[in-house]
């Protein structure tokens, strides 16, 4: 079975940072690239980030570019999201997941609410 | 950035009916649209993707057609577990990846 957890969403007040994280499980992490997509409230989903199986190659769209940095770890099998200069615009469901090839995967989502 | 447009946004059908949801990109993605279905408190889940291959577990009564730009997921026979919202994705130019609107798929 294949399967991505994040942890790391809560609650944090405008122009903080959070981390979030990612372990996969059940496939060749290190084989893929990985994904950061996103739903704020009543919202759809919005792709946020990218970064290349071995970690050399990243994109991110133009809302969180400068603020967000991905990154990975292949030996912990391991995807992290670093948040930084938060905005009320960026309280949302955080999802890893791999939708760029087949197997499609997708993580359960961790809440970050961004509030004074 | 190719942009996917989904009609309608919200469609109200019984159960047992056949649903209909359309999907169209702003440029050609050949056949590289992949189709979700996402509840409340859920993560998203693949249904279709390579635009009509319906994915590991998912019931036949779900399909996909289309390419280059007209895409359409069919649900044949509505059941309860089907009401949610529907997401259309391209993953044929990017970044960015991009997402439909989405389609709430209601009871009637």
């Known amino acids: 079975q294949m399967h991505l957890v994040e942890s790391g969403g809560g609650v944090v007040q405008p122009g903080g940072s959070l981390i979030l994280a990612c372990e996969a499980s059940?496939?060749?992490?290190?084989?893929?690239?990985m994904h950061w997509v996103r739903q704020a409230p009543d919202k759809g989903l919005e792709w946020l980030a990218f970064?290349?199986?071995?970690?050399?190659?990243?994109h991110y769209a133009d809302s969180v570019k400068g603020r967000f940095t991905i990154s990975r770890d292949n030996s912990k099998n391991t995807l992290s999201l670093q948040m930084n200069g938060l905005r009320d615009e960026d309280t949302a469901v955080y999802y890893c997941?791999?939708?760029?090839?087949?197997?499609?995967?997708w993580g359960q989502g961790t809440m970050v609410a961004v509030s004074s | 950035e190719i942009v996917l447009t989904q009609s309608p946004g919200t469609l109200s059908v019984s159960p047992g009916e056949r649903a209909t949801l359309s999907c169209r990109a702003s440029?050609?993605?050949?056949?590289?649209l992949a189709w979700h279905q996402h509840k409340p408190g859920q993560a998203p889940r693949l249904l279709i993707y390579?635009?009509?291959s319906r994915a590991a577990g998912v019931p036949d009564r779900f399909s996909g057609s289309g390419s280059g730009t007209e895409f359409t997921l069919t649900i044949s026979s509505l059941q309860s577990d089907d009401f949610a919202v529907y997401y259309c994705?391209?993953?044929?130019?990017?970044?960015?990846?991009?997402f439909g609107g989405g389609t709430k798929v209601q009871i009637k």
């Open positions: 059940g496939f060749s992490f290190s084989s893929y690239g």
């Open positions: 997941a791999k939708v760029d090839s087949s197997p499609f995967i």
């Open positions: 390579r635009a009509s």
């Open positions: 440029q050609s993605v050949g056949t590289n």
């Open positions: 970064i290349h199986y071995d970690g050399t190659i990243k």
């Open positions: 994705q391209q993953y044929y130019s990017w970044p960015p990846l991009t």
